[in-house]
T-cell receptor, first 113, second 110 residues
């Protein structure tokens, strides 16, 4: 157990729907990162939050949004889902922002049918 | 934009053979991190290199950071089945944002 908790572990939904993925960072970590990993592909950085504020943005689609709450947990919202959004979504946390060591959660596997 | 190129994409080895993956950046990095992702798992931090020319060892794994802080390598001696997985490098740019390599998948031939 890495200390980063992601829910749900698996999610199956239909095109056009909206889902929310949740992440609780490791205790003491202030920064949360979201990554997308399609089948057998690399890690695509989506977005980073630090202590509730957006810190950096990667290749995040406009249909996707995220936020970090005062208790430091984060949610990634994916809307108007398309087949190509099927992927593993990882949350990672670090003590502070910037290039600190990342601790990853087990991921949420999204399947869009 | 800034990129970190990682090669090879795949490497097939016999158990007991060595394995090496390389990362090259277009610009100078502040530091570089290495992660391992087992099949079906999540990336797990292995090591961070910060200094120019730094070499660190973890048992059979040797990590190097180039003198110009633009390239890095991971070498595994005498691979074992437990080494199977994808190895990612992630370089920190001047803003300390991580730029990830595409990963090298280590496959042990049956």
């Amino acid at each position: 157990d890495s200390g980063v908790t992601q829910t749900p572990k698996h999610l199956i939904t239909a095109t056009g729907q909206r889902v929310t993925l949740r992440c609780s960072p490791r205790s003491g970590d202030l920064s949360v990162y979201w990554y997308q990993q399609s089948l057998d592909q690399g890690l695509q950085f989506l977005i980073q939050y630090y202590n509730g504020e957006e810190r950096a943005k990667g290749n995040i689609l406009e249909r996707f949004s995220a936020q970090q709450f005062p208790d430091l947990h984060s949610e990634l919202n994916l809307s108007s889902l398309e087949l190509g959004d099927s992927a593993l979504y990882f949350c990672a946390s670090s003590v502070v922002g910037g290039a600190n060591v990342l601790t990853f959660g087990a991921g949420s596997r999204l399947t869009v049918l | 934009g800034q990129q970190v190129m990682q090669i090879p994409q795949y490497q097939h080895v016999q158990e007991g053979e060595d394995f090496t993956t390389y990362c090259n950046s277009s610009t100078t990095l502040s530091n570089i991190q290495w992660y391992k992702q087992r099949p079906g798992g999540h990336p797990v931090f292995l090591i961070q290199l910060v200094k120019s020319g730094e070499v660190k060892k973890q048992k059979r794994l040797t990590f190097q950071f180039g003198e110009a802080k633009k390239n890095s390598s991971l070498h595994i001696t005498a691979t074992q089945t437990t080494d199977v997985g994808t190895y990612f490098c992630a370089g920190a740019d001047s803003n300390y944002q991580l730029i990830w390599g595409a990963g090298t998948k280590l496959i042990i031939k049956p």
